[in-house]
């Protein structure tokens, strides 16, 4: 199909791992991103990583890629009540445009 | 700090009166973004910018219009708002760099009564 598809919501514990888990379309995607959103604001990119690699790691994240089966992950580890927010898987798409997922909300419970 | 900014972040206006969203931008980026946003839904996107050149989405109502007069600016004017133009409308900038990122300002938040 067209979209790019992820769970609407996930809840952990605060000091827990989050595994944010998105499967996306056009595999001629060069760049693949996740945005993070918190509440009454925009879209802020958290991390993005070239469609060459299979993993990539940030502090406390961790991108995992499967091309084959056009499958991204985000990995929150240590997850805190700050970490709390809607979280977008994005591809590019062949005009150089973006197409978003419709967001995880993540909740971190205490 | 560079950045995009969004006014108003909250509008009402009543069923079929115009309304004008503004966008700008601090960054100098060359392409400029509106998507509708809607409650547990993917941002879409209405139509952009790239320079002065206007590239409208195929399944965007003749209802939305955009204006880009100059780099800083862009505005998106609903002409006749109707009940289901009721989103958040986010902005965006491009600096067409070779990843691709884009800036998205905070949102303005759009209520039709």
């Known amino acids: 199909g067209e979209d790019v598809e992820q769970s609407l919501f996930l809840s952990v514990r605060e000091g827990d791992s989050s595994v944010i888990n998105c499967t996306y379309t056009d595999s001629s995607s060069t760049y693949l991103y996740w945005y993070k959103q918190e509440p009454g604001a925009g879209l802020q990119l958290l991390t993005y990583i070239f469609s060459n690699m299979d993993m990539k790691q940030d502090q406390r994240l961790t991108v995992l890629l499967n091309k084959k089966d056009k499958h991204l992950s985000l990995r929150i580890a240590d997850t805190q009540t700050g970490d709390s927010a809607i979280y977008f898987c994005?591809?590019?798409?062949?005009?150089?445009?973006?197409?978003f997922g419709a967001g995880t909300r993540l909740t971190v419970k205490p | 700090d560079a950045m995009v900014i969004q006014n108003p972040r909250y509008q009402v206006t009543q069923f079929g009166k115009p309304v004008t969203l503004s966008c700008s931008q601090t960054?100098?980026?060359?392409?400029m973004y509106w998507y509708q946003q809607k409650s547990s839904q993917a941002p879409k996107l209405l139509f952009h910018?790239?320079?002065?050149?206007?590239?409208n989405e195929a399944d965007t109502p003749d209802n939305f219009q955009s204006r880009r007069p100059n780099t800083s600016f862009c505005f998106l004017d609903i002409r006749s708002p109707g009940l289901g133009d009721a989103a958040m409308y986010l902005c965006?900038?491009?600096?067409?760099?070779?990843?691709?990122?884009?800036?998205f300002g905070p949102g303005t938040r759009l209520t039709v009564l």
């Open positions: 910018y790239y320079d002065k050149d206007f590239n």
């Open positions: 965006a900038t491009n600096s067409g760099e070779a990843t691709n990122e884009q800036f």
């Open positions: 994005a591809e590019t798409t062949r005009n150089n445009d973006m197409r």
């Open positions: 960054l100098n980026h060359n392409v």
